[in-house]
């Protein structure tokens, strides 16, 4: 790919007013920059970029090129090489087999199974389980990519209403367990992953199995227990018969 010494710059907002007129707005100071943007072509903005050729506008800005009047020739854009070499592909290939599993498990209605299972357990005892589902939750999304674990129990939860259940406290309870829970491996939530591998290359160390989960066990078990006895206080218990 040829080096290319442009910049791509956002350098106008459009914002419209009650006349339905548009304004110019310089982003940094809210000050009118130009009536109309395509004036702007040829300008040198704060001396550093000169404005070659508007590429496209849309919504709410206009996209210009734009060279870097001090660097030159030293602005160029990357190699498709170059990017394809700065991506995370151990980040990839996991959310691949992550959602893989998560497919599968969809595949052979394993989270139905269990959302059943625990189905006649609200209508005989709302506390016992909101309890159990709660604390099952924990667990499970630890290891399985929790959106769709509690998005299968989301629906779950909404079918009980039929049967004079009520779901808010429940779908509470869900998120918090589900979201808090995840935060126990890699495996639960794909940004912690991202996060470790950020971790390892900045200390330019690898950070062990055992090292991670001296910070996310305790963090884990801390967080879902405060939010455990919150939720059973505020929602479930008021609603429990």
Same mark, same amino acid.
Request: proline share 4%.
């Given at each position: 790919?040829?080096?290319?010494? %442009?910049?791509?710059? +956002? ?21 009118? +920059?130009?009536e109309d ?11 550093? %970029? ?7 506008q ?9 060279? *870097?009047e !001090?660097?030159?020739?030293?602005v ?7 990017? !394809? ?9 996991? %959310? ?12 052979? *209605?394993?989270?139905?199974a269990?959302?059943?299972?625990? *189905? ?13 589902? %709660? ?10 990519? *929790?959106d ?21 406290p +429940? ?59 919150l ?11």
């Open positions: 790919m040829e080096a290319c010494n %442009y910049m791509m710059m +956002l350098v106008y907002v459009s914002v419209a007013t009650e006349s339905n007129c548009f304004e110019s707005i310089w982003a940094d100071d809210g000050e009118p +920059l130009e943007p395509v004036k702007l072509v040829g300008r040198t903005l704060d001396g550093t %970029y000169r404005l070659d050729a508007l590429v496209g849309g919504g709410f800005g206009m996209v210009f090129r734009a060279q *870097h !001090l660097l030159g020739d030293r160029k854009a990357p190699d498709f090489e170059e990017i !394809l070499s700065e991506l995370d592909w151990r980040a990839i290939l996991f %959310y691949i087999a992550l959602f893989a599993l998560v497919g599968g498990l969809e595949k052979v *209605h394993l989270l139905d269990l959302a059943q299972y625990l *189905h006649p357990v609200f209508t005989e005892s709302y506390a016992l389980g909101a309890t159990l589902m %709660y604390w099952a939750t924990v667990p499970i999304v630890g290891i399985v990519e *929790h769709a674990y509690i998005l299968t129990f989301l629906y779950t939860i909404r079918d009980l209403q039929a049967e004079g259940v009520p779901p808010w +429940l779908w509470w309870m869900m998120l918090w367990s589900g979201t808090l829970g995840s935060n126990l491996t890699v495996a639960g939530a794909p940004a912690l992953f991202a996060a470790l591998n950020i971790c390892q290359r900045e200390e330019d160390r690898k950070i062990s199995l055992r090292e991670f989960l001296a910070w996310s066990v305790p963090f884990t078990l801390v967080a879902t227990a405060v939010c455990y006895v939720g059973m206080l505020i929602w479930v218990l008021p609603f429990a018969k």
